[in-house]
């Protein structure tokens, strides 16, 4: 099993719709999530952190997080063309121990957003 | 407040040869973080350099090396250059090395191995 799992698409959704990006993690007492964006042929982007179960919102993203399943999701609202690009899950595997920084990504997840 | 700088941020280099790549972190961030971006393995950690120690290193050979300035810049320095070598090396910066931070990353350094 994969540290982070998530499926490598593409997933294809129609301009205005809900995209619904997942990932799993194999680390249960896992804390700190991340969601970023990889447009072709550049650096990742942040968009999301969460540390919390729940849900967390900013503008048209929403992060999810259920650590019980070890499952955390994207959702993206009012999907625009401009959304198309790769989205890159990362955790930092295991507690908090108060110095571990080192991200674990997932291969990410293509979207395309069509017209 | 300006981002994550990178430099060079193309490079073309002969198997055998040795290279070094420079981060600057954000302004009063103080943790920069090496990652390696291939398409056959995706983003894989190398290592993360906190108040000029490292901290935490992935599992890549001794011939990537690290370190980091008392301005909080950073180098990493790959030896005896492989052709599988050949990847974005991307660098992030947060404010402290502890897990409930954010990362930043910088445009990243390509690197062709040939």
């Known amino acids: 099993q994969k540290e982070v799992e998530q499926n490598s698409g593409p997933l294809s959704v129609p301009e205005g719709a809900i995209a619904s990006l997942n990932c799993t993690y194999s680390?249960?007492?896992?804390?700190?999530f991340f969601w970023y964006r990889q447009y072709s042929g550049k650096s990742p982007e942040l968009i999301m952190s969460?540390?919390?179960?729940g849900d967390k919102e900013d503008g048209r993203f929403t992060a999810q997080l259920n650590k019980a399943s070890q499952y955390v999701s994207l959702l993206i609202r009012d999907s625009q063309p401009s959304d198309s690009a790769t989205y890159l899950c990362?955790?930092?595997?295991?507690?908090?121990?108060?110095?571990?920084?080192?991200?674990?990504f997932g291969t990410g997840t293509r979207l395309q957003v069509t017209l | 407040k300006a981002g994550v700088t990178q430099t060079p941020r193309y490079l073309i280099k002969t198997r055998g040869q040795q290279v070094t790549l420079s981060c600057s972190p954000i302004?009063?961030?103080?943790?920069v973080s090496w990652y390696q971006q291939t398409p056959g393995q995706g983003l894989q950690f190398l290592f993360e350099?906190?108040?000029?120690?490292?901290?935490n290193k992935g599992n890549f050979p001794g011939r990537f090396s690290g370190r980091q300035f008392s301005n909080s810049r950073s180098e990493m320095n790959v030896s005896t250059l492989e052709l599988g070598d050949s990847a974005l090396y991307l660098c992030?910066?947060?404010?402290?090395?502890?897990?409930?931070?954010?990362?930043?990353f910088g445009p990243g350094t390509r690197l062709t191995v040939t």
């Open positions: 990362a955790v930092i595997l295991g507690a908090n121990t108060g110095t571990a920084s080192k991200l674990t």
């Open positions: 969460i540390y919390s179960n």
């Open positions: 350099y906190f108040s000029e120690t490292q901290r």
């Open positions: 992030a910066s947060s404010m402290t090395s502890v897990s409930l931070n954010e990362q930043y």
């Open positions: 302004s009063g961030h103080r943790s």
């Open positions: 680390d249960r007492v896992s804390q700190s």
